[in-house]
């Protein structure tokens, strides 16, 4: 094995961990709390000026998959740009675009909502909604070019035989969900569990 796929196999199995932690804050706190899309804005803004911790995790979770979705895609590179050079080439200017976003909605989420918490109901609220907006467009974009990556690699993979057939099946299907998510829901729930199975397998 190459030195870089040994880095990009520990990010895979970090990143696996990672969605883990994402699942857990989901499943074990938000969800309990009621929140999630279609929620009461103020409700949520009262969770997270009570409970900031969880909110601050999910931040820092984000911007670590900006650090390995790139070291990820670049160790599989190394690893099949001999068979599949076009594809891998453009699975990197994928990661590149949806590392830019992921790490642009944590940054964002982690300095711009505590202070929105602590501003008076009415101007919370306002502020809130309209911050909203902004990071959950990035997140979109981000899990959006994410899904390209995987389905570059996973076609990639299938072409070169560079990784198991099941493995590469998978990392199409988390593709096509992950560019699906926008427009169906369900799939943002989806979507993080084809993650740690693919990245712990992966790594």
């Known amino acids: 094995m190459k030195g870089f796929q040994k ?3 520990c990010a895979a199995v970090i990143q696996g961990l990672a969605f883990v932690a994402l699942l857990l804050i989901i499943f074990g706190f938000e969800i309990p709390q009621g929140l999630g899309p279609g929620a009461d804005t103020a409700k949520e803004i009262a969770v997270a000026a009570s409970s900031p911790t969880p909110f601050l995790i999910t931040n820092l979770l984000v911007m670590l998959f900006s650090i390995t979705i790139i070291l990820i895609t670049l ?3 190394e690893r099949m ?8 080439r453009l699975a990197v200017l994928a990661a590149s675009i949806s590392s830019a976003l992921f790490l642009a909605n ?6 711009g909502y505590p202070p929105i918490v602590a501003l008076p109901d009415t101007a919370a609220v306002s502020a809130y909604r309209g911050l909203s907006a902004v990071t959950n467009g990035l997140l979109l974009a981000a ?10 690699i996973g076609w990639a993979a299938l072409s070169t035989k560079g990784l198991p057939a099941q493995l590469s099946y998978l990392l199409v299907l988390a593709g096509v969900v992950a560019v699906l998510s926008f427009v169906v829901s369900i ?8 993650n740690v199975v693919f990245s712990l397998w992966l790594g």
């Open 106 to 111: 944590g940054v964002v989420s982690f300095t």
């Open 187 to 194: 799939f943002g729930l989806v979507g993080p569990v084809l």
């Open 81 to 88: 740009q001999d068979g599949a050079p076009n594809q891998m």
């Open 143 to 152: 899990i959006f070019a994410a899904g390209l990556n995987l389905r570059l």
């Open 75 to 77: 160790a599989l590179r």
């Open 7 to 9: 880095i990009g196999g």
